[in-house]
């Protein structure tokens, strides 16, 4: 992870604006701090339990159940920084891996052949459901919301017509033995590595690239983009593309992990991903954000979730406590922001609200 | 880190401490000492079935003197109960009853347990290969589904037809149902098998199954709900259609609702299993496990039939599922 931490100073690109590069700055500040929190969390449930929760198999676990989740991530991230948002990606995993999943049984055979060809259908339902949601924000002028809200039930809508509503099975033993369960070497889960590979080269694309950049541009300002000539709608209907392409990637790497296309267990799965891309310092209003904030912001609930139950707390309480870091996070990043275009300092010192900060009043 | 940061972390302790307050469990001892860990994976939460089967594994570890600690997911679904089964063998109990979601894909997170010398129960599901578990206990479900029809041969006498609403296949213990109660059908040639339709676990479609199928045959008598959800949207489904109390619906367990709904008279007959008793063999097995004696590899467990005429003897109040210990 290391490597992505690297990434996060790319954004000087924007310097040549004064409050972009404060706002751009924020963002990284923000995936900083919200890396101590979730450090501060592995922490506390470390002292709390400190024969069990850092052992290699729980991390491995851990890391393996939030690689699927970071997948999404990256597309999200994208998407949000535009200042759009896409509902649809549980919904297009799951067609993604019906569809890829039909397609592999009626080839037969377990062999890399039939796993090549899953692959890359799954990516194509995937590429298809995100030209369609890019294509009718940018060019019907329909809200992101509610395009991809009609996508969600769509895709999941015909994964049921065509299923019957019955999870499908259908995986070569190949992708179940290597992606679903393989390790690269020792105990490195293959199905992280390989979410690994996709969250570097989306930190790639989206801070060293024009594409990137342009992700940036349209997301600060559309208009201003557009006079210096990004083709704003185009832009538009790559990025909803790539978020569809991950999700249909997403889709076969859940088919192999599960060998099953889990069709009823990803009713939350897009509002986990965004809490997840919102906590780790995407600005839901655009123009902001890094990949490598999003997986910080995704291990969150992961680490939670697999703490409460290792403490043995009620499961139901992991919710609480992420809905309350999703809040504190974007009051965070609002006030930051709102600091930033007033340009004043990006300290302020709201906790004085509450009598218990430094008295430090600068303005 | 600046105070914006301190806030997060602030309410983030807040929160962890208020928790932990908040947790009933007591706090346990190291891996190696002290009384036996015990954890129970649910195959949903806040399900009467898997709640009396709680109150059954608590009781009967208090007995032994072992700690029980009750996970699950919040669907029944392998996707979400795979990261709470790996958190559960993380925090290393001395053994896991489990109720797996699927028999394929819980198959491989189970042996990760057993490959971290963690004894498991199989516990209502079962697995594809079950030979992993030391035992697994549920309920003879073959026997279950023609326990359902003999209640439908009862209250329908005439004959006719026939429908059975399950949930998907793939689950072991609803698959035995309805073929259990198929089977039954077949040896009975004044009964004609509709074959199954799958609610996938929602009452809303489960109704639209037997509004759909009753417009299609109208002179069916009987229906065999395999579990809670379809029994409650068949019900739904017979109410929509003014066909309540003309066509026989037989459920299977006996939760809050579907009591209510044999109380009502819009279900005239429940099958309840006995989790509780499920719960109480699988901690003995589990115990006799550690402990290196012999373990029954396979246990089936019985039936009662719920009606109106005796819901409201003590055996039959005893037979009803527990929303709380």
Known sequence: ?363 | MNRNGAIIAGLLTLALAATGCGSSNPPSSGPSSGPLKLAFVQGVIGDAFYVTMQCGIEEEAAKLGATVSTNGPQKFDPSLQTPVLQSVIASQPNAILIAPTDVSAMQQPIQQAVQQNIKVVLVDTTLKDPSVAASAIASDNLGGGKAAFDAIQQLAPNGGKVLVVSVQPGISTTDDRAKGFQDAVKANPAYQDLGVQYSNNDPQKAAQIVSAALQANPDIVGIFATNLFSAEGSATGLRQSGRQGVVKIVGFDAGPDQVKALQDGTVQALVAQQPALIGRDGVTQAVAALKGQPVTKSIGTGFTVLTQANLNTPEGQAAVYKTAC
């Not at chain 1, 991230?77 to 799951?94: E, M």
């Not at chain 1, 592999?104 to 590429?127: P, R, Y």
């Not at chain 1, 990637?249 to 997840?276: E, R, W």
């Open chain 1, 1 to 363: 992870m290391t490597s992505l931490a690297s990434t996060r100073d790319d954004t000087a690109f924007l310097d040549d604006e004064g409050p972009r590069s404060r706002l751009a700055r924020l963002a990284q500040l923000q995936a900083l701090q919200i890396l101590l929190v979730l450090a501060l969390i592995v922490l506390i449930f470390a002292v709390l339990r400190p024969d069990t929760f850092l052992t290699p198999f729980n991390i491995r676990g851990t890391v393996v159940n939030t690689s699927i989740l970071a997948v999404l991530g990256v597309g999200m991230t994208f998407v949000i920084i535009t200042g759009g948002i896409d509902l649809s990606v549980g919904s297009v995993l799951v067609f993604s891996g019906v569809i890829a999943s039909k397609v592999m049984g009626a080839m037969g055979g377990d062999g890399w052949g039939t796993a090549i060809v899953g692959i890359l259908v799954a990516c194509l339902c995937g590429l298809g459901w995100g030209l369609i949601n890019g294509l009718l924000i940018a060019k019907a002028r329909v809200p992101p919301l509610i395009v991809t809200l009609g996508t969600l039930g769509m895709a999941l809508g015909f994964s049921q017509i065509i299923t019957g509503g019955i999870d499908l099975r259908e995986a070569p033993d190949v992708l179940v033995n290597t992606v679903g369960f393989g390790n690269i070497v020792g105990q490195i889960p293959v199905l992280s590595t390989i979410a690994l590979v996709v969250v570097v080269l989306g930190a790639i694309v989206l801070h060293r690239t024009k594409f990137g950049l342009y992700t940036f541009a349209v997301g600060s300002n559309a208009e201003a983009g557009r006079r210096v000539g990004v083709r704003v709608d185009l832009h538009l209907i790559k990025v909803y593309a790539l978020a569809g392409l991950v999700a249909g990637f997403a889709g076969i790497l859940n088919l192999s992990f599960f060998q099953s296309t889990t069709i009823s267990g990803q009713s939350n799965t897009n509002l986990n991903v965004i809490a997840g891309v919102v906590i780790g310092g995407t600005s839901l209003f655009g123009g902001v954000g890094t990949i490598f904030g999003t997986v910080v912001g995704l291990f969150i609930p992961s680490v939670l979730q697999n703490g409460f139950v290792i403490l043995g707390v009620q499961s139901f309480w992991q919710q609480v406590v992420v809905g309350a870091v999703l809040i504190a996070a974007v009051y965070v990043d609002q006030a930051r922001r709102a600091a930033a275009l007033r340009g004043s300092s990006l300290q302020f010192p709201f906790l004085s609200r509450f009598g218990s900060g430094p008295r430090k009043v600068n303005r």
